[in-house]
């Protein structure tokens, strides 16, 4: 089975601007989540998308915002960047996210905002 | 914070020797697993651990859950330069849900 895949793998931008990332889960899995990893902050949780609907959301304000397709890929954008929106923008799927359904997590998406 | 904490921030061991990581989390959890991290890449699966378990062991990994002191530990022996990573317990909460809290890591050093 194929991984988890994440496109780009690298994005300069600028302030202001806005990005969307994109996320392709393991196939079968219904579940993908987002995550914000920075040195200062660790490993923090976006949100989570469910048979295309919003499932859970973390602390981030509404300039990140997400999606997620019939096919359950996923997409998230973040809109008139900051710098501290820096960051290693990482995806996690899983089955559906009961006790037993591992979560695997795609190689990431480095965000530098200049 | 809802972030979890582990303990040490940072070990460093020789080769062989054992490596013992701990994690704490703060609510009631469905299961917690357990990644590495290499260099700011992304996040190896390493094993999961359901609520209702105590132990559990994959190849030279060996993890612990104690939902009475919500506290997890994650125990690597006979360790080699290869496992010098970052490590991260993540705890997944109640019911069905594909959210996980992460602790803050640990890195560990095995020096050849």
């Known amino acids: 089975k194929a991984g988890v895949t994440q496109t780009p793998r690298y994005l300069i931008k600028t302030r202001g601007q806005q990005v969307t990332l994109s996320c392709s889960p393991i196939?079968?899995?219904?579940?993908v989540s987002w995550y914000q990893q920075t040195p200062g902050q660790g490993l923090q949780f976006l949100f989570e998308y469910f048979s295309e609907t919003q499932r859970n959301k973390g602390n981030f304000p509404g300039r990140f915002s997400g999606r997620q397709f019939s096919n359950s890929r996923s997409e998230m954008n973040v809109s008139t960047l900051e710098l501290g929106d820096s960051a290693l923008y990482l995806c996690?799927?899983?089955?559906?996210?009961?006790?037993?359904?591992?979560?695997?997590f795609g190689p990431g998406t480095r965000l530098t905002v200049t | 914070s809802q972030q979890g904490e582990e303990d040490p921030q940072a070990l460093s061991i020789q080769e062989g020797e054992n490596a013992t990581m701990n994690c704490s989390y703060k609510?009631?959890?469905?299961?917690l697993q357990w990644y590495r991290q290499n260099s700011g890449r992304g996040l190896v699966h390493l094993i999961l651990?359901?609520?209702?378990?105590r132990e559990k062991h994959s190849g030279r990994l060996r993890v612990t859950l104690d939902t009475s002191k919500k506290s997890s530990s994650l125990l690597i022996t006979a360790s080699r330069a290869a496992d010098t990573a970052s490590y991260f317990c993540a705890s997944r909460g109640s019911g069905n849900t594909g959210k996980l809290i992460f602790g803050q890591g640990t890195t560990l050093q095995v020096k050849p």
């Open positions: 196939s079968g899995h219904r579940s």
């Open positions: 609510t009631s959890i469905n299961n």
């Open positions: 651990i359901r609520s209702n378990e």
């Open positions: 996690a799927s899983t089955l559906a996210g009961g006790p037993i359904d591992e979560q695997y």
